[in-house]
């Protein structure tokens, strides 16, 4: 049965068709000395680590070669991200020094991200347009710090999330193009994840991510925000959001079949886990305002195995469930 696809996926499909058609095919990154290399992945590999426990476990359920890719990914989405996030300077003249140097096909050797990030492109011949959306999604943040509605939010997350797992696919391998819906629908889910659980550091950070008409169709207003208090009206909210964003991963797991088969479970684990932190802002009461919430080292381990069992062993995918 084909994918249905919502109103608001429909321009996001376009800009992801787009990139993957127009894959740069005229430029290749240049060889560099194997030690090098290895060094530049090391870093990568350390970055991973030290920012994100569950895509560093997640990776490390891959073969070592596209463990490497997806962690040389993650520092470049990671390095981007804070450009913005940790401003300095001219943020937007950083922001371009930046591209310029990650989407180089001659780095500088001392240049350790762009060198293990621009061998991957290469290896793995990732579209470089999917990097430049995932840019401009980044710097999004510098000119919009308000959304009207879902649909508006969906073109931020596709941006800084969707962009990542069209990336991924290429790293993890797919049988064909009709995996690319749901890797979409996947980095909203997953970015959507982020919006909900992060909403107090945002606000602290001038920011508002949730759709402005949904917090008015609840009776909630920013007043409310800044109060930080949990309400009635609050939970009705995020209960409506949690809903949807569960939906929304359950819709994006048919695709994980469509995946090269040695990196399902990874792909899974990493969805899986972010998926968790809905369950933990439900366990406290839908309080995002006083606590980040967090799915500890053992509760991601222990979710492993039965990823493993089905998408794997198991001989048909049977939606997206509660191992």
Known sequence: MALQIYDWEEPLLVLA???????????????????????????????????????????????????????????????????????????????????????????????LVPLAWGDTCTRYAIPKEYAEQLIKGVARDLYQT??????????YCYGV???????????????????????????????????????????????????????????????????????????????FQIARTRQLYAEAWPGVAMLALEGRVAIAAAADFYSAILDDIEAHDYDVFSRRAFVSGWGKMRRVPGLYWRTRLKPMFNGWRKP
């Open 146 to 155: 308000r959304y009207q509605s879902f649909s508006e939010l969906t073109e």
């Open 161 to 239: 999330a969707s962009t990542v797992g069209l990336m991924s696919m290429h790293i993890t391998g797919f049988q064909s193009k009709e995996a690319i819906p749901y890797a979409i629908r996947l980095g909203v889910a997953l970015q959507m994840t982020n919006v909900l659980r992060d909403v107090a550091e945002d606000w602290q950070r001038g920011r508002l991510y949730l759709p402005l008409d949904e917090l008015d169709a609840f009776g909630l207003s920013e007043a409310d925000i800044e109060r930080g208090v949990v309400t009635d009206r609050w939970r009705d909210f995020m209960g």
């Open 17 to 111: 068709n787009e990139a993957n058609t127009v894959h740069s095919a005229n430029g290749r990154f240049a060889s560099r000395d194997n030690d090098l290399l290895r060094w530049a992945y090391a870093y990568c590999a350390r970055i991973t680590a030290m920012h994100s426990r569950s895509f560093y476990i997640a990776s490390s359920l891959l073969p070592v070669d596209k463990r490497e890719a997806v962690r040389a990914l993650y520092t470049f989405c990671r390095t981007t991200d804070d450009i913005v996030d940790h401003p300095e300077g001219d943020v937007k003249e950083r922001l371009q020094g930046w591209r310029q140097r990650a989407l180089t096909w001659d780095p500088d050797s001392r240049d």
